[in-house]
């Protein structure tokens, strides 16, 4: 389990934790909880920490873990017995990841809710993401949710609650996160070290989500964002080809955020033009068959095809070649 202070915590996380400290401090907090909001803004990181606290033996006065008892011991060597992460777990031939959480890891999960915690206080277990639960493994999970034992916890952390079954939804005790006031955001980015220019083009390519942006500047992904407009630029000038473009935009892990990065460039575009409103549908619809195409990834069309297709209709378009493929 990660080791993250309330220090460390940015203003969203932290009000968050408080409020669930609360809940703690006056025995309100729920036997299932949900922690809901958009992906990088720290919800694991929030409910790693309460099961810290509350699995800690010497307490802090508010409600943190003190870090030096065994069971904080075993928590920050994951092997605390009282504590379980269930996620993705490789496939029967561990060549890779599941990318569904399956009905034998519920069952698991729920046998070992359902023992006495061996450190005495509680036991708690955390799914992330929640919302790659498979519809058999939700009956389970439905099952342990509605059949709650004291001092026992089930945490839920998703980006995408809407995807849970409502059965479950309306099991679990809401944390809901949201993105920050822009102030807020970008006084934060720069705490991060950060310059100010870049926190700000990162911030406002995110689309005012800073945890995105952090993840870009130190990362790829800003570099990505520019390399993308170029290219779009470039297709709508004629003076690239899309099967040229396409093949270089699959042929690292990087395809899904330049896929992400063209539908937001085509959105931004969308609501500057909104003069010409052709012109703003057409890129709309474009937006729409970016991400409908970022889905077609997961699945076994081939990729180089699929990105060529949609690059052909970005550089065939009227409306597009009118625009000059500005980003």
Same mark, same amino acid.
């Given at each position: 389990?990660?080791?993250?202070?309330?220090?460390?915590?940015?203003?969203?996380?932290?009000?968050?934790?408080?409020?669930?400290?609360?809940?703690?401090?006056?025995?309100?907090?729920?036997?299932?909880?949900?922690?809901?909001?958009?992906?990088?803004?720290?919800?694991?990181?929030?409910?790693?920490?309460?099961?810290? =606290?509350?699995?800690?033996?010497?307490?802090?006065?508010?409600?943190?873990?003190? =870090?030096?008892?065994?069971?904080?011991?075993?928590?920050?060597?994951?092997?605390?017995?009282?504590?379980?992460?269930?996620?993705? *777990?490789?496939?029967?031939?561990?060549?890779?990841?599941?990318?569904?959480?399956?009905?034998?890891?519920?069952?698991?999960?729920?046998?070992?809710?359902?023992?006495?915690?061996?450190?005495?206080?509680?036991?708690?277990?955390?799914?992330?993401?929640?919302?790659?639960?498979?519809?058999?493994?939700?009956?389970?999970?439905?099952?342990?949710?509605?059949?709650?034992?004291?001092?026992?916890?089930?945490?839920?952390?998703?980006?995408?609650?809407?995807?849970?079954?409502?059965?479950?939804?309306?099991?679990?005790?809401?944390?809901?996160?949201?993105?920050?006031?822009?102030?807020?955001?970008?006084?934060?980015?720069?705490?991060?070290?950060?310059?100010?220019?870049?926190?700000?083009?990162?911030?406002?390519?995110?689309?005012?989500?800073? =945890?995105?942006?952090?993840?870009?500047?130190?990362?790829?992904?800003?570099?990505?964002?520019?390399?993308?407009?170029?290219?779009?630029?470039?297709?709508?000038?004629?003076?690239?080809?899309?099967?040229?473009?396409?093949?270089?935009?699959?042929?690292?892990?990087?395809?899904?955020?330049?896929?992400?990065?063209?539908?937001?460039?085509?959105?931004?575009?969308?609501?500057?033009?909104?003069?010409?409103?052709?012109?703003?549908?057409?890129?709309?619809?474009?937006?729409?068959?970016?991400?409908?195409?970022?889905?077609?990834?997961?699945?076994? *069309?081939?990729?180089?095809?699929?990105?060529?297709?949609?690059?052909?209709?970005?550089?065939?378009?009227?409306?597009?070649?009118?625009? =000059?493929?500005?980003?």
């Amino acid at each position: 389990m990660s080791a993250v202070s309330n220090a460390a915590f940015a203003p969203w996380q932290r009000r968050i934790y408080e409020q669930a400290q609360a809940s703690i401090g006056a025995g309100r907090l729920g036997h299932g909880l949900l922690f809901c909001g958009p992906a990088e803004l720290g919800k694991r990181a929030v409910a790693e920490r309460l099961a810290q =606290g509350l699995l800690c033996r010497e307490r802090a006065a508010d409600g943190g873990p003190c =870090g030096r008892c065994r069971s904080c011991l075993l928590l920050a060597a994951g092997t605390h017995p009282d504590y379980q992460l269930v996620s993705f *777990v490789p496939n029967k031939e561990g060549t890779r990841l599941r990318t569904e959480i399956v009905i034998e890891q519920i069952r698991n999960l729920s046998e070992r809710l359902s023992l006495t915690p061996q450190y005495g206080g509680a036991q708690i277990a955390i799914i992330d993401p929640a919302d790659a639960i498979n519809n058999a493994a939700c009956n389970a999970l439905l099952k342990t949710l509605e059949e709650p034992v004291p001092g026992r916890y089930l945490w839920l952390v998703s980006s995408h609650p809407a995807r849970l079954p409502a059965t479950v939804r309306s099991r679990c005790q809401r944390l809901e996160f949201r993105l920050p006031p822009a102030d807020e955001a970008l006084a934060w980015l720069k705490a991060q070290g950060h310059a100010d220019a870049a926190a700000r083009e990162a911030f406002d390519a995110a689309r005012g989500h800073p =945890g995105l942006a952090h993840d870009w500047l130190t990362g790829e992904g800003l570099k990505l964002r520019r390399e993308v407009a170029a290219d779009l630029a470039k297709l709508g000038r004629g003076e690239t080809s899309a099967p040229e473009v396409a093949q270089r935009w699959v042929g690292d892990e990087h395809a899904a955020l330049r896929l992400r990065h063209a539908s937001d460039i085509a959105l931004a575009e969308a609501s500057a033009g909104l003069t010409d409103p052709a012109r703003a549908r057409s890129l709309a619809s474009w937006f729409d068959r970016a991400n409908r195409t970022r889905d077609l990834l997961r699945t076994t *069309v081939r990729a180089d095809l699929a990105v060529t297709e949609l690059l052909m209709a970005w550089r065939s378009d009227d409306a597009r070649r009118a625009g =000059g493929g500005r980003a």
